[in-house]
């Protein structure tokens, strides 16, 4: 398929009106540049004056779809017109077509156009001047210069200008656009770490809540399904304090009550103890001096989820809890019966495993979960390594 040749705007259009419409105005009252008894005349008569008018005309139509050419053929026009009286039409029009090649040719050609035209200027200067050796001479450069470098050299400062607003409205188009990456980034990494956190404080005492009162439907005793209401009681208490914790974080003060303290890994005995109460037998043996505030709430929140699941999917048994610090590094271990259970005792969705890998992720640690072969049979173990050095503060 053909492509057509891209037709020429509309202002382009009016130029070369405006140009061919001068000329003829001039030609018409019988205005040339030079005399008819002038020795470069080689075509004397108004007629001739015309044909370089209406050619140069018709480039002012391609001065911004093709430029090169535009001015090439606008070139030979104006040599042509040389020959004859002249028009000052044809001569502006040709500057403008100078100017036009610059502004909307290629980058080549605007750089070497306004080298040529000055080269051609100092030409057009000292030659005459040393074969006539008149101060008169030097008045072919001057015209030379006015109607190729100075066009010209225009060209080239308003491109360069052109050049730089684009490239600045780019730059600032790419500083919003990235503006806008960190800030949907920033609203991601917040859903999502509020996302843990509800989760973590939430989904404990809700699988409590869950557990003990399947157990309260299935048993018909009163003092199991006392017991177990006192349970869920205390669940229901200790996760709806959490959540106006979470509130209140989220508030960032704009009440006067204060927002719970953030749990640390000295609140690991109360967690424990919880989770004794909802029926896990548990073992821990924690030992980790002093870690950073974004390492101990990773450690608290991994410890609490782990828990969690081996209170909704652990078969009967002991649940060991590990903490160890030997060097810049805290590890984790929570090892619980795995097996021999066919389904959980309270539904999950997976998200606890996709929470302990982001926070461990968001400390450079390393995290693993998954069935292990031991002495004492098959145990679900949690394994995490969080540095302890080097930690930027925020929360995790």
């Not at 030097?138 to 490239?167: C, E, K, Q, W, Y």
Request: with cysteine; charged share 20%; net charge negative.
């Amino acid at each position: 398929m053909a492509l057509r040749p891209p037709r020429p705007p509309r202002f382009d259009l009016w130029v070369a009106l405006a140009g061919l419409g001068g000329g003829l105005l001039l030609w018409g009252f019988g205005l040339g540049v030079r005399q008819g008894d002038d020795p470069a005349v080689l075509f004397d008569g108004r007629r001739p004056i015309l044909l370089p008018l209406v050619v140069i005309a018709c480039c002012e139509l391609l001065r911004r779809t093709t430029p090169r050419t535009a001015l090439a053929v606008g070139t030979l026009a104006l040599a042509a017109d040389a020959t004859t009286q002249g028009s000052i039409a044809t001569i502006v029009m040709y500057t403008d077509l100078m100017y036009a090649a610059v502004l909307y040719g290629t980058p080549a050609t605007a750089r070497r156009l306004p080298w040529i035209t000055g080269m051609l200027t100092i030409a057009a200067t000292l030659v005459p001047y040393a074969v006539w050796q008149t101060p008169q001479a030097l008045l072919t450069g001057l015209v030379t210069g006015a109607v190729t470098f100075a066009p010209a050299s225009t060209g080239l400062i308003v491109r360069n200008h052109r050049d730089a607003a684009d490239s600045a409205r780019l730059r600032a188009e790419q500083t919003a656009l990235l503006a806008e990456m960190d800030r949907t980034q920033a609203v991601i990494a917040e859903r999502a770490r509020m996302a843990r956190e509800l989760h973590d404080m939430v989904a404990n005492h809700l699988s409590a809540i869950a557990i003990h009162s399947t157990a309260a439907l299935s048993l018909d005793d009163p003092g199991t399904s006392r017991e177990a209401l006192g349970v869920i009681r205390e669940n229901s208490v200790q996760g709806l304090s959490e959540m106006r914790r979470l509130i209140g974080i989220l508030r960032d003060g704009e009440d006067d009550r204060e927002p719970a303290a953030t749990p640390t890994l000295d609140s690991l005995g109360t967690l424990v103890e919880g989770a004794r109460a909802n029926g896990l037998d548990i073992t821990l043996d924690a030992t980790y001096g002093e870690v950073p505030a974004p390492v101990e709430l990773a450690a608290y929140r991994i410890v609490q989820e782990s828990l969690t699941n081996a209170l909704k999917h652990a078969a009967p048994g002991t649940v060991t809890v590990r903490l160890r610090r030997p060097a810049d590094a805290l590890h984790i271990r929570v090892a619980s019966p795995y097996g021999g259970r066919d389904t959980p005792r309270a539904p999950g969705s997976g998200a606890g495993l996709v929470g302990m890998r982001e926070r461990t992720a968001l400390l450079d640690g390393t995290f693993e979960a998954g069935p292990e072969n031991g002495p004492e049979g098959t145990s679900w173990v949690v394994r995490a390594t969080l540095p302890v050095t080097d930690i930027t503060p925020g929360e995790t």
